[in-house]
């Protein structure tokens, strides 16, 4: 009995298995190179075989997994074969992309056979591996196309913009009749991955005005065989068809390139400032001259800090003119200032600083100002005071000689000394005027922080009507005084006689 057992349940696999046993076999999975490169198209071939009469033969593929179906695009994904005999071939041309930007790695796709067999429908598959590597692709930018006469250290920018990664990097210069390539004309790198960068330091030499290129060459090498299908040949018989396919190793990569230069004088543009020395606090005009050594151009100049309003202008010079724009700045602190400028013109740049000196600045006032009058004289009393930014040196104030003003010692000027900012000092002044006068003339003087001798005018309004009347009133309190007197002096006497008579 358990010996019979054993038999059916042998007899029940076995039939299970002719059940679900396969029909064809994938013979081959052909796409012509040893590694797929992302960008490109590649021709699927794809061959089966049965080892029975079957129908309605369909053969398709699909990306197996998520990362597959993002960087892999089915172009053409299904092919009809239809009816094959025993052991016949049947081949599937189907075609894919490599999606640009997909990382190297072995992707998975699934290949479908559907077919009947006994008016019985079938279905097949397998997985087979798409080993994607990237290629290299090696370019060198220049940072700056613009060269002057004479030394220029420059950055070259190299940068891999393919999707595989470039080792063993060799870039070399060469001189050409107006570009010398000063120290090491080569430069190397033991690998750059896909999508990085790195600049390359050159130094040139140029001998003249123009516009001249210097070649360059590039080697590199790839991390694995890459190989590239160089040949193709068929061979056909009577009874059967051979296929021969050449491939090249493409592990060492060589490249050539051209670099252009426009060559100016040193200094395309030569710029300075009109008026380098403000007053802290205040907003003054800044003057910027542009003398253009390049050729006609617009001019767009852009000043980067302390600026009021506008910050960019334009102007249109022509080659060996100068030309002056305007800007306005407030500076806030004292001392040598850098003014960032940016210039633009004809698609080049320039970025420079220039210099200026902020300096505080006095601004002297006079306050509290009181004249007296005495007869023909007059006193002038009141405050200097300094509410400017900037110190003031030896302060004298003094005041001026005219025909009818005739300043008097030993007050005709007066020694304040220094002031500094929100400072003041007292000051008085005599003078003797004849005639009609309705202002005294004053006169200050002083050194600033550089030590400059400034002079600056005042005037003290006088009224001629008031110092008149008040030396009319003096004069008068003296007559009073002496009529009194004379009155007193004359009723003494009265009263002494008086007195005199009555003892007779």
């Known amino acids: 009995m358990k010996g019979l057992k054993k038999l059916f349940i042998i007899f029940i696999f076995l039939f299970i298995l002719s059940q679900v046993s396969a029909y064809i076999i994938f013979k081959n999975f052909d796409y012509k190179a040893q590694y797929l490169e992302p960008s490109k198209t590649y021709d699927l071939y794809i061959t089966i075989e049965s080892d029975k009469e079957i129908n309605d033969t369909v053969i398709y593929i699909k990306p197996t997994n998520e990362i597959s179906k993002e960087n892999i695009e089915i172009i053409k994904g299904k092919q009809w074969i239809g009816h094959l005999f025993p052991y016949e071939y049947g081949v599937a041309h189907l075609i894919i992309k490599i999606k640009p930007n997909a990382p190297n790695y072995d992707y998975k796709i699934t290949v479908y056979c559907n077919y009947t067999k006994d008016d019985q429908q079938y279905s097949e598959n397998r ?7 990237g290629k290299a692709n090696l370019v060198i930018e220049t940072t700056k196309n613009m060269l002057n006469v004479g030394n220029n250290k420059i950055l070259l920018l190299l940068t891999n913009k393919g999707t595989g ?14 570009l010398i390539i000063l120290g090491d004309n080569t430069f190397t790198l033991s690998s750059l991955n896909s999508g990085e960068s790195t600049y390359i330091p050159l130094t040139i030499f140029a001998k003249k005005e123009g516009v001249y290129s210097i070649n360059y060459k590039i080697s590199y090498k790839n991390p694995y065989n890459l190989l590239e299908l160089t040949q193709k040949s068929e061979t056909i018989n009577e009874d059967s068809k051979s296929e021969t396919l050449t491939y090249q190793n493409k592990n060492t990569v060589e490249e050539t390139g051209i670099l252009t230069f426009n060559v100016f004088p040193n200094e395309l543009v030569s710029i300075n400032i009109k008026n380098p020395t403000i007053t802290v606090g205040k907003i003054e005009n800044l003057t910027i001259s542009i003398r253009n050594n390049y050729k006609d151009s617009l001019f767009v100049v852009q000043i980067g800090k302390y600026f009021i309003g506008d910050d960019q202008k334009s102007i249109f010079i022509k080659k060996g003119e100068a030309k002056n724009l305007t800007f306005q700045i407030k500076v806030d602190k004292e001392g040598v200032i850098d003014i960032p400028i940016l210039i633009y013109f004809d698609n080049n740049q320039i970025e420079k600083n220039l210099t200026i ?29 300094n509410i400017g930014t900037g110190k003031a040196k030896s302060v004298l104030i003094s005041i001026e000689k005219t025909k009818n003003i005739i300043p008097k010692k030993p007050y005709e000027n007066y020694f304040v000394g220094t002031l500094n900012p929100d400072d003041y000092g007292s000051f008085e002044l005599h003078c003797q005027i004849n005639g009609n006068v309705s202002e005294i003339p ?16 005042k005037a003290v309004k006088i009224n001629r009507e008031s110092v008149s009347l008040k030396t009319n009133n003096s004069g008068g309190v003296n007559y009073l005084v002496v009529g009194i007197a004379v009155i007193f002096c004359m009723g003494v006497i009265y009263l002494i006689y008086r007195g005199f008579v009555k003892k007779k």
């Open 127 to 133: 997985i087979f591996t798409l080993p994607v590597r």
């Open 165 to 178: 990664t470039a080792e063993n990097i060799k870039v070399e210069f060469q001189n050409s009749n107006n």
């Open 357 to 385: 000196n902020v300096v505080g600045k006095a601004d002297l006032v006079l306050s509290g100002v009181d004249v007296e009058s005495s007869f023909n004289e007059i006193k002038i009393t009141g405050d200097i005071d």
């Open 442 to 457: 004053l006169k200050i003087t002083y050194r600033d922080e550089d030590n400059n001798l400034i002079t600056i005018y």
